[in-house]
């Protein structure tokens, strides 16, 4: 499992993903409307992405540069912390989400946040970010954002137009590496990454043909 990005591909990657975020923010969303997460409405995933995107920010305050790295764009998915307290992080992201008096007033705080980012992801030097006890490259931390941005923004579906057609490449590439290159090629790339991800199981034909990925998926989070 590698996957390695340059920094102009990561950053071109992110940077694709925040515009199409922003335009996301700026039409009529009914954040009460359920998400593609089991028990999450629009506003929690919003909610969540709002904390990551803020996280990244820090992060990229320091930037190293260039150096060894722990991990790359594919293999942080195996390896990040997983949730301890599900039920805890829920009560978070309810709790924040109620907190805006209005739907607006959320995406209008996640949209300035999102167009801060594109500013600044565009600046970045080439080098190495620390995140969460790993070192990336700044293509792998760059492109596991957008690839993370791709996902949610498929999880939106419903409200909100589909992530940006690099965004959901990188997705695919993604989940066909942590799959071991075994995701079929005539699959496209949105079917990939929600089987990939678990937002749709894999059943019928499919299933029956490729009964290898439906004991692997899913393999990204």
């Known amino acids: 499992m590698t996957l390695h990005l340059t920094?102009?591909?990561?950053?071109?990657?992110?940077?694709?993903?925040?515009?199409?975020?922003?335009?996301?923010?700026?039409?009529?969303?009914?954040l009460d409307a359920p998400s593609r997460c089991p028990g999450w409405t629009c506003a929690h995933v919003l909610v969540h992405v709002h904390l990551g995107l803020q996280e990244v920010a820090l992060a990229l305050l320091d930037v190293q540069g260039p150096g060894p790295v722990t991990v790359d764009a594919a293999g942080?998915?195996?390896?990040?912390?997983?949730?301890?307290?599900?039920?805890?992080?829920?009560?978070?992201?309810?709790?924040?989400?109620?907190?805006?008096?209005?739907?607006?007033?959320?995406?209008?705080?996640?949209?300035?946040?999102?167009?801060?980012?594109?500013?600044?992801?565009?600046?970045?030097?080439?080098?190495?970010?620390?995140?969460?006890?790993?070192?990336?490259?700044?293509?792998?931390?760059?492109?596991?954002?957008?690839?993370?941005?791709?996902?949610?923004?498929?999880?939106?579906?419903?409200?909100?137009a589909p992530p940006p057609g690099s965004g959901l490449r990188l997705a695919r590439r993604t989940v066909d590496d942590l799959a071991g290159g075994a995701v079929p090629a005539d699959w496209d790339d949105a079917t990939v990454v929600l089987a990939g991800t678990g937002r749709v199981e894999l059943a019928g034909e499919a299933a029956r043909q490729h009964p290898e990925l439906r004991g692997r998926f899913p393999v990204l989070g």
Request: net charge negative; glycine share 10%.
């Open 7 to 30: 920094h102009d591909e990561g950053r071109a990657a992110l940077a694709d993903e925040l515009a199409s975020w922003s335009l996301v923010l700026g039409s009529d969303l009914d």
């Open 76 to 160: 942080y998915w195996t390896r990040y912390p997983a949730t301890t307290d599900p039920e805890g992080q829920f009560r978070v992201l309810d709790g924040t989400a109620r907190a805006y008096p209005r739907p607006e007033t959320l995406t209008g705080h996640l949209a300035a946040t999102v167009e801060a980012l594109r500013r600044g992801v565009l600046r970045v030097p080439d080098g190495r970010v620390a995140f969460q006890g790993f070192t990336f490259s700044t293509g792998d931390f760059l492109g596991s954002w957008a690839v993370e941005l791709a996902v949610h923004q498929l999880d939106l579906e419903l409200i909100a």
